[in-house]
Every structure is written in C-alpha cells, then in structure tokens.
C-alpha cells in the first residue's frame, strides 16, 4: 500500500531515524513559510530604518535628474530611453543592499528551520499533481482549512496591529500637509518605515506558533504503520535467514580462532567425550590459568583431536570438566572456587612432562580431585543456598 493511501488513523508509531533520515534525502523537512516572511519583513524595514538617509538621498538624485533634463536632450530621438535606462541602472545599484539582504534573510529563514538540502526530487514532474479531485482535496482537508485558519488570523492580527497604530499616529498622518514639501517627504517615509517595522514585528506571534506546527505535522504526516515499522526493523536489521547465517559464519570464525589456541594449552580438562576445557597458565602474564578453548559433544571431541595430535596432555575427569565448562568463559580466568582443582592437576601436568621434581622422586600421582556437586551442573540449575554460599566464598 502507498503512503499517501494509508490512513492516518492506522499510523499510529512515532517515525524511527531512519524514516526521519529518508524524508530528509528526499527533500521533505519542515518548512516554515510565516518564518520565512517574518525574517524577510523584519530585514526590509531594519536595512530601510538603518540606511534610511543612504535611500532617501539616492531617491532624491534619481528623481532630480529625470526631471532636470537638457532642452538638448528633448529634442534628440534616442536621449529618452538612454537617461530612462540610466535612472533604472542607479537605482538597481541604490535598491542592492536591500535586495541582498531580502535573499540572505530568505534563505536563513529555510536553513535555520529545515537545514540546508539540494534535493532535485521535487522538481521531478508528478501527474498526480495535475489530478483536479487532488488538488481538490488539499484546498478542502485538513490542511487546507489549517492555512486558511492561518491566513485568517494572520489578516486579523495585522489589521488590528494597523488600526492601533494608525490611531496613534493620525496626529502625525494628518499634519504633514501643513510641513514643507522636503520635510513633508522626509517625514512621511520615516512614518511608513517605522510602520511597517511594527507590522513586521506583529508577524513574530503568527510564526512562533506555526515553527512548533509545522514541525509536529511533519512528524505526523512520517508516522508508521505498525507493518512498516516491522519492515523496517526486518531491513535494518536484516532478515531471521540472514542472520541465522551470519550467526553461523561467526560461530565457525570464533571456533576456528579458538583451535588455534588449543596448542598452546597446558592441558585439556575432558568429560570424557561430552565436554573439554582447555587451560593455559603463564606465570609471568596471569593472575590465574585462562580458558583458551571449550565446547560439549562435537566441538568436545574436536578440542581433544587437536590436543591429541599437538600432544597436550588430556586429564580425564568428568566432574571437574563439567564444573570449568558450567563456571567459565572463553578467554576468562578459571572460577576462584576451582584454583585449588586446577593447581593440582597443573602440578600433575608440569610433574609429567618434567617440569617440576616429584617429590621423593618416581611417577607422578594423578591428584584425587574433590568438585562440589552444585558447580557441575548450570548455574540457573543450582540451589539459591549453594549460590549464596559461594557468594560468601563458600563458607554456609
């Protein structure tokens, strides 16, 4: 279904980054018009009310040289139109400052609101555009009624901005027919610079209620479906497929790394074909031994493949196999609770591979191990009291 032919009613979830960040490309953000103009009419009359005597000489000398031409030039054919053309150059050059100052507010007045975007999609030509019924229902919904509210109250608010201020100023209004035609003049432009500063300044009630409205009907014309907000999260996120298979290729990277360890291992801990658990111990680098590699059922037999053809040593013994897979992390220290259980066991490997003396000499003795029952099986599987009491360094 469009967006456009979706219900407003049926959108009823807050639009994500995403959808912000893709009407944005698209050239559709917030735009107010009354900011515009209440920018540009308050630049006019500033420019006017600051270069006031700037305009008002200019102005006077383009007048004064129009009607002070030559007998001379009246009678020649192409005199007219050459001090005519002369008249509009002076004052495109006197009007400039102002002209520039109107663009310059202009655009500001889009930037600051909307932020600068070049964006050629709406000049592409629509010819549902050109559909009458529309057009139609633009002028007569809901926003149509809303900018003829605006207009409205924006006719009302200058016009009752006008009345006050013409009553306040009929004194002056009324007596510049008794000044000389200089003052007169001079008097009269500054009453309708300062008046249409005041009308201007009117205009700033009109646009600091519209910049809040405009932004919240724009934010509601982006508004989701509940659906769309689905298809979104399925495409940024990727599909239930794709990521089952990223998750795979992970896994085998993080597997593959992870044989690659098994070598340097002092020893694997085996269950004896459920789980292994290989160990490494440097002295001089760690606190206490590390797990470098382990896995249950077939990555179990793979770590012991591994350890068998790099002649690792592989202790058998099932309880403490299954306490280090169930109280250990990958590339984390073994659990506190089982130091004692694998200082053994390294004193064992290191006796065997000659490392360490044997004391009394002859073979090394397998150590007899003791695990407690409760790390052998997972942790949401253990009694609360075995937990605390571990918490509490296995003291109960």
Do not use: C
């Amino acid at each position: 279904m469009a967006e456009n032919d979706t219900p407003q009613s049926d959108r009823t979830e807050r639009p994500t980054p995403k959808r912000l960040e893709d009407a944005r490309r698209r050239g559709r953000v917030p735009r107010s018009r009354e900011l515009s103009m209440t920018l540009v009419m308050l630049t006019s009359a500033a420019v006017l009310l600051t270069a006031s005597g700037h305009f008002g000489a200019g102005l006077g000398r383009i007048v004064g040289s129009g009607l002070t031409l030559p007998d001379a030039a009246l009678l020649e054919p192409g005199a007219l139109p050459i001090a005519f053309g002369e008249s509009v150059r002076e004052a495109l050059l006197l009007i400039a400052p102002l002209l520039v100052a109107v663009v310059v507010a202009a655009v500001a007045g889009g930037i600051a609101f909307g932020g600068w975007i070049l964006n050629f999609e709406a000049l592409t030509p629509k010819f549902e555009r050109l559909n009458p019924l529309t057009g139609l229902k633009r002028v007569v919904g809901w926003s149509g009624l809303v900018e003829l509210g605006k207009a409205l109250a924006k006719f009302v608010l200058v016009a009752a901005v006008a009345v006050l201020l013409f009553g306040m100023l009929a004194n002056d209004v009324f007596g510049l027919g008794r000044l000389h035609v200089d003052a007169g003049i001079g008097h009269a432009a500054r009453i309708l610079v300062w008046s249409l500063a005041v009308l201007s300044s009117a205009l700033i009630l009109i646009a600091a209620v519209d910049v809040p409205f405009q932004l919240w009907q724009h934010r509601r014309r982006l508004k989701m479906t509940k659906q769309e907000l689905k298809e979104e999260q399925k495409d940024t996120e990727g599909r239930p497929e794709v990521r089952a298979k990223i998750r795979s290729l992970q896994q085998a990277v993080s597997q593959r790394r992870m044989m690659h360890e098994v070598p340097k291992a002092d020893f694997v801990a085996v269950n004896p074909t459920h789980y292994a658990v290989a160990l490494r111990y440097d002295a001089a680098k760690m606190k206490a031994p590390k797990v470098v590699a382990r896995g249950a059922d077939l990555v179990a037999l793979q770590i012991r493949a591994v350890a068998s053809a790099h002649r690792v040593p592989i202790f058998e013994h099932p309880p403490l196999a299954q306490a280090l897979y169930h109280t250990s992390r990958l590339g984390q220290e073994v659990s506190p609770q089982l130091y004692v259980a694998v200082a053994q066991v390294l004193t064992y490997v290191y006796q065997l591979r000659g490392r360490t003396a044997v004391p009394g000499g002859g073979r090394p003795r397998k150590p007899r191990i003791d695990i407690e029952p409760e790390l052998t099986v997972p942790a949401a599987r253990r009694p609360r009291r075995s937990t605390a009491a571990a918490a509490r360094g296995g003291v109960e």
